[in-house]
């Protein structure tokens, strides 16, 4: 039986195809491709080397997946501690309490890609002290931006004693993409960390699961989807504008797409970006980006069609999962048996 | 600064070669002005270093690490990795096709390559673009000066300097570009007083600030800015384990191996 992503929207197919198809039952084949996958992530953020440190430690696996994951998060729980910190011990400590909160209402309602919560119903309120007084934990992302067109509400119920007056958005299946307003050279995530505690890394790990066929089954891809379309119709435009790259002829230090990605023939990529209405879009967080929503819909493929070799815990999240392709999909191979 | 006094004390202690531009970021370069410029190999990938890509290089974008890595394994001169990206931080904001010369307000940065050229072109041998170089301005990662980025190698392998065939366009090419960099770095740290990092970014600017201009104005402002800059892009100087105290040349391995690792064979038409 065969499963359309097109499903989930016109385009999520072709998407899917740019990361590469693969077959979870094959060995050979998952590990090829969560080691490509995973190393291209790695070569962005910039922890290509502590994850091929941790690989050379890797034993013989029967869940590659789930290894290389735990392998990812520790490089780049190393590389983050080579990095400056980006936030003082008051703000990380309070960022993280939320993130948890954050992750652990998300998980139940499968819907981790974009998180959001009234920062007054927090413990925290979201809000740390520093030498001015109580600031927000995190940016107030609610305009239009490149994943949606703003949330203006609802707003807080209670009064926030740093200034929230809007929901806490964040959105962590891009992490350190996480703001739609706000797409910065460097991801704004990576800065979540501090000498006392390191939030990014709990974010970091969302980024992972949803590379993971379970913790990607459970993740309502209906969200994914609109988060990407959205995208797509804020890009593509100025992703149009720029001229295919052609070997031999493509002009030096120029912005080019290539592959359906980015590429700067000769020159940096870090220093590169898109312009539009939405505001600066630096190049490798569209390459990221796009890998990011690329990646979660070909492992969603894979994962379907190896369903013969799902764990009942799979089975039991595809029947209850509100997620209509994907039940439907999981009760038409079971009618078929 | 005088950059009339700089291209005449370059030419006249013999360096022959690069003296790059400090003080200014550079604007990009849109195109190639001639179009003349060959292919070489591609940027460096993370899984060519020899070094580490993680520790203190701060903002340095990703993907030129690997670049600076290589220039520093190449040169044999330890620790030169980061102190390249400082300063190509300052020379070209790491844009590879950044150009001083092709906007309007750059009159001087032409008036320098029109002067280096002119006053130097009877002592070195002869430029197949030296009328273009001479009109170009500067440029590249580093900020070379376009003459003596293509005179890069007379003093020490006279005519069989790699880039005399060349185009000033081929300094866009970030291994080029290294190329210059790793040869002008060796030149001071073997030929002049460095007493510090900072020291390597006045003697970049002008050599002659690490001689009669030690302790001038713009030695202390270059020296200066050149600490500043560091702190912006986040590199620690003081960390030893990644950046000696001092760095030395002494283990440098000679011009024609340095271009042969980082650039290659040029294109027949150029070489």
Same mark, same amino acid.
């Given at each position: 039986?065969?499963?359309?992503?097109?499903?989930?929207?016109?385009?999520?197919?072709?998407?899917?195809?740019?990361?590469?198809?693969?077959?979870?039952?094959?060995?050979?084949?998952?590990?090829?491709?969560?080691?490509?996958?995973?190393?291209?992530?790695?070569?962005?953020?910039?922890?290509?080397?502590?994850?091929?440190?941790?690989?050379?430690?890797?034993?013989?696996?029967?869940?590659?997946?789930?290894?290389?994951?735990?392998?990812?998060?520790?490089?780049?729980?190393?590389?983050?501690?080579?990095?400056?910190?980006?936030?003082?011990?008051?703000?990380?400590?309070?960022?993280?309490?939320?993130?948890?909160?954050?992750?652990?209402?998300?998980?139940?309602?499968?819907?981790?890609?974009?998180?959001?919560?009234?920062?007054?119903?927090?413990?925290?309120?979201?809000?740390?002290?520093?030498?001015?007084?109580?600031?927000?934990?995190?940016?107030?992302?609610?305009?239009?931006?490149?994943?949606?067109?703003?949330?203006?509400?609802?707003?807080?119920?209670?009064?926030?004693?740093?200034?929230?007056?809007?929901?806490?958005?964040?959105?962590?299946?891009?992490?350190?993409?996480?703001?739609?307003?706000?797409?910065?050279?460097?991801?704004?995530?990576?800065?979540?960390?501090?000498?006392?505690?390191?939030?990014?890394?709990?974010?970091?790990?969302?980024?992972?699961?949803?590379?993971?066929?379970?913790?990607?089954?459970?993740?309502?891809?209906?969200?994914?989807?609109?988060?990407?379309?959205?995208?797509?119709?804020?890009?593509?435009?100025?992703?149009?504008?720029?001229?295919?790259?052609?070997?031999?002829?493509?002009?030096?230090?120029?912005?080019?797409?290539?592959?359906?990605?980015?590429?700067?023939?000769?020159?940096?990529?870090?220093?590169?970006?898109?312009?539009?209405?939405?505001?600066?879009?630096?190049?490798?967080?569209?390459?990221?980006?796009?890998?990011?929503?690329?990646?979660?819909?070909?492992?969603?493929?894979?994962?379907?069609?190896?369903?013969?070799?799902?764990?009942?815990?799979?089975?039991?999240?595809?029947?209850?999962?509100?997620?209509?392709?994907?039940?439907?999909?999981?009760?038409?191979?079971?009618?078929?048996? | 600064?005088?950059?009339?006094?700089?291209?005449?004390?370059?030419?006249?202690?013999?360096?022959?070669?690069?003296?790059?531009?400090?003080?200014?970021?550079?604007?990009?370069?849109?195109?190639?002005?001639?179009?003349?410029?060959?292919?070489?190999? *591609?940027?460096?990938? $993370?899984?060519? &270093?020899?070094?580490? +890509?993680?520790?203190?290089?701060?903002?340095?974008? #990703? =993907?030129?690490?690997?670049?600076?890595?290589?220039?520093?394994?190449?040169?044999?001169?330890?620790?030169?990795?980061?102190?390249?990206?400082?300063?190509?931080?300052?020379?070209?904001?790491?844009?590879?096709?950044?150009?001083?010369?092709?906007?309007?307000?750059?009159?001087?940065?032409?008036?320098?390559?029109?002067?280096?050229?002119?006053?130097?072109?009877?002592?070195?041998?002869?430029?197949?673009?030296?009328?273009?170089?001479?009109?170009?301005?500067?440029?590249?990662?580093?900020?070379?000066?376009?003459?003596?980025?293509?005179?890069?190698?007379?003093?020490?392998?006279?005519?069989?300097?790699?880039?005399?065939?060349?185009?000033?366009?081929?300094?866009?090419? *970030?291994?080029?570009? $290294?190329?210059? &960099?790793?040869?002008? +770095?060796?030149?001071?740290?073997?030929?002049?007083? #460095? =007493?510090?990092?900072?020291?390597?970014?006045?003697?970049?600017?002008?050599?002659?600030?690490?001689?009669?201009?030690?302790?001038?104005?713009?030695?202390?402002?270059?020296?200066?800015?050149?600490?500043?800059?560091?702190?912006?892009?986040?590199?620690?100087?003081?960390?030893?384990?990644?950046?000696?105290?001092?760095?030395?040349?002494?283990?440098?391995?000679?011009?024609?191996?340095?271009?042969?690792?980082?650039?290659?064979?040029?294109?027949?038409?150029?070489?």
């Amino acid at each position: 039986m065969t499963f359309d992503l097109d499903c989930y929207g016109d385009g999520i197919a072709a998407l899917a195809d740019q990361a590469g198809d693969f077959d979870l039952r094959s060995s050979t084949d998952t590990r090829d491709w969560y080691t490509r996958t995973w190393t291209t992530l790695a070569d962005t953020l910039g922890f290509t080397q502590a994850l091929s440190a941790e690989l050379s430690r890797l034993r013989d696996t029967d869940d590659w997946p789930r290894s290389i994951a735990m392998a990812g998060v520790a490089a780049f729980a190393q590389s983050l501690r080579n990095r400056r910190h980006g936030a003082t011990d008051n703000q990380a400590l309070v960022q993280s309490a939320v993130l948890r909160q954050l992750i652990t209402a998300g998980r139940e309602r499968g819907e981790l890609w974009r998180v959001s919560v009234d920062p007054t119903a927090l413990e925290t309120g979201a809000c740390y002290a520093d030498e001015h007084g109580l600031a927000r934990a995190f940016y107030p992302d609610t305009a239009p931006g490149y994943f949606g067109d703003g949330w203006t509400g609802p707003p807080p119920r209670a009064e926030s004693r740093c200034g929230w007056q809007t929901p806490l958005v964040l959105h962590l299946g891009t992490f350190p993409w996480v703001y739609s307003s706000r797409l910065d050279g460097v991801g704004p995530g990576l800065r979540w960390s501090s000498p006392a505690a390191a939030p990014a890394v709990d974010a970091f790990r969302i980024v992972a699961s949803a590379l993971d066929p379970t913790s990607n089954l459970r993740q309502d891809a209906r969200q994914v989807a609109a988060i990407f379309l959205h995208f797509r119709a804020q890009t593509a435009p100025l992703v149009a504008r720029l001229p295919l790259y052609r070997p031999g002829v493509a002009e030096v230090g120029r912005l080019h797409r290539r592959a359906g990605l980015l590429h700067v023939h000769q020159g940096s990529l870090n220093v590169a970006g898109l312009d539009g209405p939405r505001g600066h879009l630096p190049a490798p967080a569209y390459n990221y980006i796009l890998r990011r929503f690329a990646d979660f819909f070909a492992v969603r493929r894979a994962t379907v069609l190896a369903q013969a070799a799902w764990t009942p815990e799979m089975t039991r999240i595809a029947s209850a999962s509100p997620d209509p392709c994907l039940r439907a999909h999981a009760e038409g191979v079971a009618r078929a048996g | 600064m005088n950059r009339s006094l700089w291209i005449g004390l370059g030419a006249s202690l013999g360096i022959g070669g690069v003296v790059f531009l400090g003080s200014r970021r550079a604007s990009a370069a849109g195109a190639s002005p001639t179009g003349q410029a060959s292919e070489l190999a *591609p940027l460096p990938t $993370a899984s060519e &270093a020899t070094g580490d +890509l993680e520790k203190n290089w701060g903002d340095t974008p #990703v =993907d030129l690490r690997t670049l600076f890595d290589k220039m520093q394994a190449v040169s044999r001169i330890a620790g030169s990795a980061r102190i390249f990206a400082i300063i190509a931080f300052r020379e070209s904001s790491f844009i590879t096709t950044a150009h001083n010369g092709n906007a309007q307000g750059e009159q001087d940065e032409r008036d320098d390559s029109r002067a280096a050229y002119q006053n130097n072109k009877d002592r070195n041998p002869p430029l197949k673009y030296g009328e273009q170089a001479a009109e170009f301005g500067s440029g590249g990662l580093f900020g070379a000066l376009a003459p003596y980025f293509l005179w890069t190698g007379v003093p020490e392998v006279g005519k069989k300097a790699p880039l005399l065939g060349a185009p000033p366009e081929l300094m866009f090419q *970030p291994r080029a570009a $290294a190329f210059g &960099a790793c040869v002008y +770095l060796q030149r001071l740290l073997k030929h002049y007083r #460095v =007493d510090d990092h900072a020291d390597i970014k006045a003697g970049w600017a002008n050599p002659a600030l690490l001689g009669k201009g030690r302790g001038s104005d713009s030695y202390n402002h270059v020296r200066a800015r050149f600490l500043e800059d560091a702190i912006n892009l986040g590199i620690d100087l003081l960390d030893t384990s990644t950046i000696p105290p001092k760095l030395s040349a002494t283990a440098w391995p000679g011009v024609p191996a340095v271009f042969a690792d980082l650039v290659g064979a040029l294109p027949k038409e150029l070489s």
